[in-house]
């Protein structure tokens, strides 16, 4: 084992030293404290080197202490894996083991053991970003009895105080009040990524890192939080950039605050010799305590020629201040060993210091990544060298260093101001300003001559962008090429495209291409700042939307029933339905024609029930299902049903059923199985965006029904021996009829339809007596031989009949017309969904594809679904102008040999005529045919 955190102080930081964590990070195994991140965790143990870059393999280490880190990407490999998490992010817990990334990590193999939850939230205010800011804006908002949402990414309250170990008494008192407030949510470890349209906001909260294997399944690692606010008050704080310099992408490199904040949190040290290069004040701090905690500082350089009065206090620490020097290079292989100085005007005149720790602060990045997604805009602040809020068309207010402002004093009355003006409005009392700490006025924090890339001097890669390897010389290219949009030059170089979502490097690679392009980086702006702010799980977006929960499990009231019977069932959208019931000895399609036979000779029953079905009523019904079926329903009477297609936009088939007319204003429309759900949708639609105005009501009532078809030429006398009450005869119940009778002693709703183009009845009852019904059918009908039937049966009766399948015998390019069903398209009514684009040139074609039926040479020949069809013996070479394609093909008890449907080009003019299917090698000819093979005239449908 490696030695005990040789890197951390015996005293400080905000972790539970009582406690030990073992952790293996690259096969190594360390030791750390509950508080420690994985990063944290690394530098106590020496260890800087967390990664290799995407592009060029460099060795990359830790740059960063929070989301902004571009490097230290690592893969969890224990308790569960999940790949591409920042070091910096990641909290210590026993037994966690990872790994640095080269680059790309991997996905888990094994199911996930953990649940992720989703909420939604109402609040008058929505609070993001923990720290000072948000602290006092939560605490204002909080005295008013404002409902108040707190969001913060870290474990705990305080943000950049708990960096620099200042007011912390003030951000304990603040948090412990704000936890007591009945009306206030916290919400620790929870990162806002995603700001919508009216204050919809959408977080992700970390429940929990200790989920193995072995896990209750109970427990929740990740939460989404969809939180609708009235007012928005963005305290997000700012990331600290670097510069663009020669070798700026060694281990030991890092950001001068994150090493200020691993000093205060973590009581650690990151290096033993370190040397800070900045642009503005607030590096001094870092560097002062560091020094203070036992760091040696070697030098200070400070881009400005006149610093200022830190500058004076750095000397009278003994700290050397070389101002207007820059880095110009750095050395080391594994970690840093050596910095390069040199005065910006003389770049040449260089000096080198030994340091195994390089500071660099180029400046400050308000965090405005919500702010843009919220539909905000930015404008550059020349006094700053920052971008900041400019407008926003949502109520969303911006404070703290996220509005640019950098002292304490100026972020705290922010805060407090916004928080209390955020709640003004709604209702609640005015808020007592907050007691906020006494602070000295703010330093300034960056130099007045913004600096983003140091000149070359040698050939030393100048990195922009760290996690895409993105280098000053590849945003040059970009330019050179032409591109003068940071949009075009982001893409082009991939500069900004990843993770970190150019946290460090989105306003250095504006700055660089403005430099490149002489231009002022406000003219240039910044690229769009676009949803998720922070990477986010697609388990965590899911929920618990997914297995079982995902794609449920729909069973019919029967269906323990089929399982008794011996059925073999197929997935049907959600559905199980029986695909055939297999007796003793027979395969599949010895008992597909058995059944086949009993539905054509003698009695059969199909449970049906998975059958869309939708209760449409109100005034306007009739004219509503006018506009959506391309024949007329309005002139349908009560008691009837009539066949209906719908069809989209474009004039293409899109569902087909009946429509039952049970009173003036009510009607029950059936549809697909697979379909039921998109043709409710649909119907919304058009009722909620285009005829609002329409007083009509749709209702799911699929499960309402179960639904038996009873099929087969003695079907009349199993229905006349169960209800006795019922006139069965065509005289009585013609069909495409309805009646409400009683059968079996049960209510029930009887229809006259046929899907088989046999005599049938479609029997509806409520689901809890679907299965007294059942055996009362199988009772009835057993002097008959009656059979159960499945999904392969009845597709084998239907396309006897040539009655279509949409979605199966059509693929989105169908109208139906090319169905031969133009008699369902009617010509009286003045419009419906459809109607004009058939009658565009190209729905007209002669050339179309028509359904029709093959039949094979070999009559025992089965043709695959989907096989292609051509006019030649021979396969001509490519490309092969094919003629249409098989959708159904099977084997016809009835017919005593296989046939298919098909869709084939001008279908109907090629009957009669002979075409060729490519299978296994061998070109078989086929017949084409009209698609009704039996009973063409209908004459069995009444019995």
Not at 465 to 492: F, I, M, N, P
Not at 648 to 657: P, Q, T
Not at 731 to 757: H, K, L, N, Q, Y
Not at 896 to 908: D, E, H, N
Request: proline share 7%.
């Amino acid at each position: 084992m490696a030695p005990t955190q040789p890197f951390r102080l015996p005293t400080g930081g905000r972790i539970r030293r009582d406690t030990l964590l073992t952790f293996t990070f690259d096969g190594t195994e360390y030791q750390g404290h509950p508080g420690d991140t994985l990063a944290s965790a690394l530098l106590a143990n020496g260890v800087i080197q967390a990664a290799t870059s995407i592009k060029y393999g460099r060795p990359r280490g830790i740059f960063s202490a929070g989301t902004e880190e571009p490097n230290a990407l690592v893969q969890i490999e224990a308790p569960f894996p999940e790949p591409m998490l920042p070091a910096t992010t990641v909290e210590l817990h026993d037994g966690l083991v990872a790994r640095g990334l080269p680059g790309q990590g991997r996905l888990a193999t094994a199911p996930d053991p953990a649940r992720y939850d989703a909420v939604h939230a109402h609040c008058d205010l929505l609070v993001v970003g923990a720290g000072p800011a948000g602290l006092a804006a939560a605490a204002a908002a909080a005295a008013t009895g404002a409902r108040v949402v707190l969001a913060d990414e870290r474990p705990e309250p305080g943000g950049s105080l708990l960096d620099t170990g200042e007011h912390l008494d003030w951000v304990a008192d603040t948090a412990a009040r704000l936890d007591a407030a009945p009306e206030v949510r916290v919400l620790r470890r929870t990162t806002v990524f995603g700001h919508y349209d009216d204050n919809h906001l959408v977080a992700v909260e970390r429940r929990t890192a200790h989920l193995g294997a072995d896990a209750p399944a109970q427990v929740s690692r990740e939460r989404v939080w969809r939180i609708r606010a009235r007012r928005v008050v963005l305290a997000t704080g700012a990331h600290e950039r670097s510069l663009a310099f020669g070798d700026n992408d060694r281990p030991g490199i890092m950001l001068a605050a994150s090493a200020r904040a691993y000093l205060h949190r973590y009581a650690v040290l990151p290096g033993r010799e370190a040397v800070v290069v900045t642009t503005g004040d607030s590096a001094y701090a870092a560097a002062l305590d560091l020094a203070a905690a036992g760091v040696r500082v070697v030098a200070i350089a400070d881009l400005r020629p006149e610093p200022g009065e830190w500058a004076d206090r750095a000397r009278a620490a003994g700290l050397t201040v070389l101002t207007g020097h820059t880095v110009t290079g750095t050395r080391g292989a594994a970690r840093l060993t050596a910095v390069t100085l040199a005065p910006r005007q003389h770049l040449t005149a260089e000096s080198e210091f030994a340091a195994d720790l390089l500071l660099v602060s180029g400046g400050w990045n308000p965090a405005a990544h919500l702010y843009g997604q919220a539909g905000g805009t930015l404008r550059h602040d020349e006094a700053i060298g920052a971008f900041v809020p400019g407008g926003c068309r949502q109520r969303v207010e911006v404070a703290g260093s996220a509005n640019g402002a950098f002292g304490l004093a100026d972020v705290l009355a922010q805060g407090a101001a916004a928080g209390a003006r955020a709640t003004e409005a709604e209702g609640h009392p005015a808020a007592h300003p907050p007691v906020l700490p006494a602070v000295p006025a703010a330093p300034r924090t960056t130099a007045p001559a913004h600096v983003f890339a140091v000149p070359a001097v040698g050939d030393a890669p100048r990195f922009v962008d760290l996690q895409r390897d993105v280098t000053v010389d590849d945003l040059a290219r970009a330019t050179g090429a032409g591109l003068r949009s940071v949009e075009h030059a982001k893409r082009y170089t991939t500069a900004g495209t990843a993770s970190d979502q150019g946290r460090t490097g989105g306003v250095l690679t504006s700055g660089v291409v403005a430099e490149l392009l002489g231009v002022d980086i406000g003219e240039l702006g910044l690229p769009t700042f676009r949803p998720p702010y922070s990477p986010v799980s697609f388990a965590a977006l899911a929920g618990r939307d997914r297995g079982p929960l995902h794609d449920p499990v729909r069973r019919t009231a029967l269906h323990e029933r089929h399982v008794e019977h011996g059925a073999r069932f197929e997935n049907v959208g959600q559905w199980k339905r029986p695909w055939y019931y297999p007796r003793d000895g027979e395969d599949k399609a010895a008992a597909v024609a058995r059944e086949c036979r009993a539905a054509r000779e003698r009695v059969a029953l199909m449970d049906a029930s998975t059958l869309g079905k939708i209760d449409v009523q109100g005034p306007d019904a009739a004219l509503f299902l006018d506009r959506l079926y391309t024949n007329m329903i309005s002139t349908l009477k009560p008691g009837m049903i009539r066949y209906g297609v719908m069809c989209r936009l474009d004039g293409m088939v899109f569902d087909d059923g009946t429509v039952l007319r049970l009173t003036p204003d009510r009607f029950l429309l059936t549809t697909t199985t697979g379909n039921a759900a998109a043709v409710l949708d649909w119907m919304e639609e058009w009722l909620q965006t285009e005829w609002p105005e329409l007083r009509v009501r749709c209702t799911s009532v699929t499960e309402h029904w179960a639904t038996v078809a009873l099929v087969g030429p003695r079907s009349r006398d199993v229905l006349a021996a169960l209800a006795p009450r019922l006139a069965v005869t065509n005289a009585d119940f013609p069909f495409m009829a309805w009646r409400d009778s009683t059968v079996a002693g049960i209510e029930a709703r009887v229809c006259r339809i046929s899907f088989s183009g046999e005599l049938a009845y479609e029997i509806n009852v409520s689901p809890w007596y679907a299965v007294p019904l059942w055996e009362s059918l199988l009772s009835a009908g057993a002097p008959y031989g009656i059979t159960p039937y499945g999904t392969e049966t009845m597709h084998v009766l239907r396309a006897e009949k040539g009655y279509p399948i949409i979605g199966q015998d059509t693929d989105g390019t169908v109208t139906p017309q090319d169905l031969g069903m133009g008699w369902a398209v009617s010509r009286k009514k003045a419009d419906f969904i459809g109607k004009r684009s058939h009658a565009r040139a190209d729905t007209a074609r002669a050339d179309r594809k028509h359904l029709v039926a093959l039949l094979p040479e070999d009559p025992s020949a089965l043709l695959p679904e989907g096989t292609q069809l051509v006019a030649a013996r021979e396969l001509p070479a490519p490309p092969v102008p094919m003629l249409g394609h098989v959708t159904s093909s099977y084997r016809s008890a009835a017919l005593g040999r296989t046939f298919a449907l098909a869709l084939v080009k001008s279908g109907r003019d090629r009957v009669g005529d002979r075409l060729y299917a490519p299978v296994g090698g061998r070109m078989l000819p086929v017949t084409v045919a009209a698609p009704v093979l039996y009973d063409p005239e209908g004459a069995r449908r009444d019995g």
